[in-house]
């Protein structure tokens, strides 16, 4: 059998190509995300603004480090994602608790950033493709709309939970959006782009919902699972995905390069 050979009119991207390989590891990447948030902010009782400060830090350091590679990096990438879930875990519960604003006002806020962030990317570089990802002004709007998306699905996760629903039920209604994307996507024609960003925030609650699921008290509906316990636990399964598992980079259009 003949080796299909590489587009000469495609590069290979800095992000990994979206397989469900992609998605296994971004689902637990964001359930570490609530648990290690949670450990820092709570368990470690540094408060959401000190915890938020730290995550925002180490993201700004992995994000820099992440637009100046010259190739696609798996373990500096997911520690990137893993950084900006963490990061959105306590800014979230900043913005919900500690502002005051609740979790109509919290999501409402994070909707607009995210939406934001999307409508200046398309206007400033003509696509929101991951496709497209190229150059660094679109590495850096990648990476913003990642964070404000990983925040409001931490905000989304929390209110539906608590809205009466639980952990359980929450993790089954962000499961069931999961799973009519993916009946869009085989039997529709919706745009590509529109779905990957759609499942890419739908994938945060539901990480959300199962990491308080597995830490929370038994009073509160969860497993009360240590909190260092199931992120070293993740951590460890996210290891073994990226060692075992296929990952490969994605690839973009040269002629869309936009350097």
Sequence with gaps: MLLAMPDRNTGASKVPAVTLTFWIVKIAATTLGETGGDTVSMTMD????????????????????????????????W????????AGTTLADFADRSLGIGYVGGSSLLLLCVLGSLFVWYRTLGSVSVETISSTSAETFYWATITFSQT???????????????????ALVFGAGLAMLIALFYATRVSRVFLFWAAFILTRPLG??????????????????????????????????????PQRSGRYARDAAND
């Design 46 to 77: 540094l408060g959401y603004l000190a915890a938020t400060a730290i995550f925002v830090a180490l993201l700004v350091v992995l994000v820099v480090l992440q637009i100046h590679a010259t190739r696609f990096r798996p373990f500096l990438y």
């Design 208 to 245: 959300a919902t199962i990491g308080d699921l597995l830490d929370k008290p038994l009073a509160d509906g969860g497993m009360a699972f240590s909190r260092p316990l199931a992120s070293g636990a993740l951590a460890i399964f996210i290891l073994l995905c990226l060692l075992v598992l």
């Design 79 to 86: 520690t990137t994602i893993i950084a900006s879930t963490t």
């Design 152 to 170: 409001l699905g931490t905000a989304l996760g929390d209110w539906i939970a608590d809205a009466g629903l639980g952990y359980e039920g929450g």
